[in-house]
């Protein structure tokens, strides 16, 4: 304990050390290369005694730091990668120091304050006010709360209940989609559905939108049972959305459970330019939202809503007599797979007090400038060829080569990411060996695409 001790005696000191550091590393993030591939570990074992918090920091900031990447700052392009905003790492920080447990919401105020961003994020995103929602650690968990409540709505129409039966004795689920994201296919594995359950519906010509007659057909076809339609808002390769207000008046004549996953997509809303791309999401049964992307906060956070919160309870409940709870009042551990669970709203908390409607309107706007003039430069050059128009914030393109395989995309992709300047990742679209550029930073300027161009052209020719 002497360390430990010793520590708190220190902490002051210990937590300047720390702002110091941090903030070496929040100012120099566009000088650091992007990636590090080059790092050499340490064998660091367990110490008998540990050496104490301040020296461990400069151990870490010695022979660890440079070895992490620049993902947080304004030319990582890989995935869809958010960097945390100032008022966010505030928020985050603070998670730590008061490290609250939002198991349940009547401790403290922190729950209220939980229930108060969610508000705020469905103001932001234009979800109706009727829907409740809660925080998770990532879109998947969000996909994944949102099929376990419709996995146990088929089962109730079948008179069961896969919380309290299994999936025994309910005939197969059938689950249907367009472009889902990989992760509606692991979730269908955790929850018992199986992957093969997802029967994939053709999408319309060139598009990864889903066609709306293909999926109008499967449910005249299938409609003596009830099955799980996933719409998406936003797809990886080439942000497309399915048509939600479509899909929403099919709801009106067949019996199926709308899940839609907008992990990032659903930021279209914050910018009346590209607002219409959501229209209709207030169809849906249940929403998946990212925070760690667009919402520009630390890992790991993002949000799942829904109107229908006691499929929810029925599958997630947690009741003990010693947490006191009641299934009449069911609380945070009543809603999703995590008990114990961190106040993970308080970095978005920040962020959208600190920068408002209008601060997440400029970064949605700027973020996708960024992607169509990118886009164009593209489209322009003989060395690429756009795959895809550029609908928001991510472009998707394939390098002009004699041989395009999936090797000659690696190995280009080696050579513009090895320079350190910018980070893309791979990609298949439409048969075709492609590139991704996803812009979600709000750190990324005019600047930066300068930059970007020059590492792409300096890649090129292989
Ligand atoms: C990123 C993403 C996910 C998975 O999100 P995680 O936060 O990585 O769990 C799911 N769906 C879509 C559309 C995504 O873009």
Redesign the pocket.
């Known amino acids: 304990m002497n360390n430990m001790k010793n520590d708190q005696e220190k902490i002051e000191t210990i937590l300047k050390d720390v702002v110091e550091h941090a903030a070496n590393f929040f100012n120099g993030l566009e000088d650091r290369a992007v990636t590090n591939y080059a790092y050499n570990a340490p064998a660091d074992k367990l110490p008998e005694l540990g050496s104490g918090a301040q020296a461990t920091l400069h151990h870490f900031t010695q022979y660890y730091a440079a070895g992490l990447s620049g993902s947080a700052g304004s030319r990582y392009l890989g995935?869809?990668t958010g960097g945390s905003t100032p008022a966010s790492i505030v928020g985050d920080w603070l998670v730590s120091i008061y490290d609250q447990n939002l198991s349940h919401s009547k401790d403290s105020i922190a729950g209220a304050m939980e229930l108060a961003t969610i508000d705020m994020l469905k103001e932001l995103l234009l979800i109706s006010d009727d829907y409740r929602g809660t925080f998770v650690s990532?879109?998947?968990?969000a996909?994944f709360v949102g099929l376990a409540q419709a996995r146990e709505w088929v089962a109730q129409y079948y008179g069961k209940s896969t919380a309290l039966d299994g999936l025994f004795d309910i005939p197969p689920i059938k689950i249907v989609s367009g472009t889902p994201?990989s992760?509606i296919f692991k979730a269908t594995s955790m929850l018992g559905i199986g992957r093969k359950s997802i029967h994939l519906i053709p999408c319309q010509e060139e598009r990864e939108a889903i066609d709306i007659a293909k999926l109008q057909q499967f449910l005249e076809d299938n409609q003596q049972e009830p099955c799980i339609v996933v719409a998406?808002a936003?797809?990886?390769n080439t942000v497309d959305f399915d048509d939600l207000l479509a899909i929403g008046e099919l709801k009106k004549r067949y019996n199926f459970w709308l899940h839609i996953?907008a992990?990032?997509?659903g930021f279209a809303a914050c910018s009346p330019k590209y607002l219409h791309l959501v229209e209709g999401i207030n169809h849906a049964d249940s929403i998946?939202i990212?925070a760690?992307?667009w919402l520009n906060v630390p890992y790991?956070a993002?949000m799942q809503f829904t109107r229908d919160q006691s499929l929810q309870v029925s599958v997630f409940k947690n009741n003990a007599a010693y947490l006191g709870g009641s299934l009449d009042n069911p609380d945070f551990c009543d809603l999703t797979p995590e008990n114990s669970r961190r106040f993970r709203a308080l970095p978005a908390w920040f962020s959208l007090q600190a920068y408002g409607q209008n601060g997440y309107q400029q970064l949605i706007e700027q973020n996708v400038m960024l992607a169509q003039q990118l886009g164009q430069k593209i489209d322009d050059s003989s060395f690429f060829t756009l795959l895809a128009p550029v609908r928001l914030n991510v472009v998707c393109f394939a390098i002009n080569h004699a041989v395009l395989t999936d090797e000659t995309n690696k190995q280009f992709l080696t050579s513009l990411n090895q320079q350190g300047k910018v980070f893309m990742t791979p990609t298949v679209y439409q048969g075709v060996p492609a590139i991704r550029a996803a812009f979600s930073n709000w750190r990324t300027t005019p600047d930066d695409l300068a930059i970007i161009w020059e590492a792409l052209t300096a890649a090129m020719p292989l």
């Open positions: 995935f869809v990532g879109a998947t968990m996909n994201h992760s998406n936003g797809t990886v996953d992990a990032f997509g998946t990212d760690h992307k790991d993002a």
